[in-house]
């Protein structure tokens, strides 16, 4: 029977490309899977906040709950980069969160839920060539909730800034350049300067007459 809508807890066509299995096997392990990837998380979104949502769909009366959760790792800075694996005792746990968890907001992000094939020791890290996800290689939008530009688009900004100051760098330094004002202007000032005249012996002369002149001029005063 075809179905009108969509199933909330089908499975993606997303296939692992590293798990070296053909479709058919992978179908079989996600028709028993219980373990979730969940995408496009913030970069700030804590485990805690992680378990609180998704303990929502737990059946501890049936023996379930969540077993752990492994948060995604930047591969050069061990820190969060989006997304996480989370482990539940029961395949019907799983659906659930398919049914009633992806595609909601946590930390104003619209999170994706989907069936995986099972956790495996180094999964944790990104694949991208800078440490994070591939996804975030080249974005070129501004998310602030995923460090800001995407990887290729910061290296792109890197560059132009180097350029732009190897630019001016040569500009202040290079042929022609102007030079600009510090603090020993004073003291270049007083070494000598082949501009400046030199005292003549008429200056001297005009000196020696004013104070001889200067001179007469008080003891007049002081006889009157």
Not at 48 to 56: A, D, G, V
Not at 194 to 215: M, Q, V, Y
Request: a negative charge.
């Amino acid at each position: 029977m075809a179905h009108v809508v969509t199933p909330l807890d089908q499975p993606s066509n997303y296939k692992d490309s590293q798990a070296r299995l053909d479709r058919q096997k992978q179908n079989e392990m996600l028709a028993r899977s219980s373990t979730l990837y969940i995408g496009n998380l913030s970069f700030y979104t804590t485990e805690e906040q992680i378990y609180e949502i998704f303990s929502k769909c737990t059946s501890p009366e049936e023996g379930g709950g969540i077993k752990r959760i492994i948060m995604g790792l930047d591969r050069n800075t061990r820190t969060p980069c989006g997304f996480c694996f989370v482990e539940y005792y029961t395949h019907s746990e799983a659906l659930a969160c398919l049914r009633y968890i992806s595609g909601t907001k946590l930390d104003e992000r619209i999170i994706r839920c989907d069936l995986d094939l099972g956790y495996r020791e180094g999964r944790q890290f990104g694949r991208g060539k800078s440490g994070g996800q591939v996804r975030d290689e080249h974005r070129q939008d501004y998310d602030p909730g995923r460090g800001g530009w995407g990887a290729q688009a910061q290296r792109l900004e890197i560059e132009r800034r180097r350029e732009v100051e190897e630019r001016y760098a040569d500009a202040h330094e290079g042929p022609g350049a102007v030079a600009g004002g510090g603090g020993d202007w004073k003291e270049a000032g007083s070494a000598d300067n082949p501009l400046k005249r030199a005292r003549s012996p008429d200056d001297e002369g005009d000196a020696a007459r004013s104070g001889a002149r200067a001179r007469l001029e008080d003891h007049d005063q002081a006889r009157m």
